[in-house]
T-cell receptor, first 110, second 113 residues
């Protein structure tokens, strides 16, 4: 089983919709999780860190479910500019190497 | 401005040639990483270094080599032993310890002809 798994999508949603992505991780000892956004042919950029208590930044909400070992990202009121690939990241067993999921592709349409 | 600089951005090489990709950071980060990305594959870890003069193999280290002689620099050599070197290579860094976000360079796109 891969350390971090994501549904690759693509998720096609209309503008204004709410969309949610999940990401499962296999290392129960992972302490740190992140969501990154990657535009086509560009480097990934940090979208949000994921805290145990959950966190919200504008239209974006990240949650951590330790019991089921998954993290989620909720995007409300989707914009065309949200179209991108969303990568989830978890720390590996060593605590130093970070493992990425393959990414979930989101396309927001007019 | 602090950041990570990768060069070159685009590189074309003939099969059988070694290639070295540069990665420099002025963020004073201890840890540095090299990832490879292929279409639809996500990021796969090649090598990482937690501190100067130390580095560890990642999941796909075969055919690659690195050095970490200075804190700021973590060059990656793609050797002729790498079977499928054409890919997008991303260098990243972060502060030491087990938390902290990764900061990425803009990437180097290598095409082997």
């Amino acid at each position: 089983r891969k350390e971090v798994e994501q549904d690759p999508g693509p998720f096609n949603v209309p503008e204004g919709a709410t969309v949610a992505f999940n990401c499962t991780y296999s290392n129960s000892a992972s302490q740190s999780f992140f969501w990154y956004r990657q535009d086509c042919r560009k480097e990934p950029k940090l979208l949000m860190s994921v805290y145990s208590s959950g966190n919200e930044d504008g239209r974006f909400t990240a949650q951590l479910n330790r019991a089921s070992q998954y993290i989620s990202l909720l995007i409300r009121d989707s914009k065309l500019s949200d179209s991108a690939t969303y990568l989830c990241v978890a720390y590996s067993n060593s605590g130093y190497a970070l493992n990425f999921g393959k990414g979930t592709s989101l396309l927001v349409t007019p | 401005d602090g950041g990570i600089t990768q060069s070159p951005k685009y590189l074309f090489r003939k099969e059988g040639q070694n290639v070295t990709l540069s990665c420099e950071q002025n963020l004073n980060h201890d840890a540095m990483y090299w990832y490879r990305q292929d279409p639809g594959q996500g990021l796969r870890l090649i090598y990482y270094s937690q501190i100067v003069n130390d580095f560890q193999k990642g999941d796909i280290a075969e055919g690659y080599s690195v050095s970490r002689e200075k804190k700021e620099s973590f060059p990656l050599t793609v050797t002729s032993a790498q079977k499928n070197p054409t890919a997008f290579y991303l260098c990243a860094s972060r502060e030491g310890g087990d938390t902290g976000e990764l900061f990425f360079g803009e990437g180097s796109r290598l095409t082997v002809l």
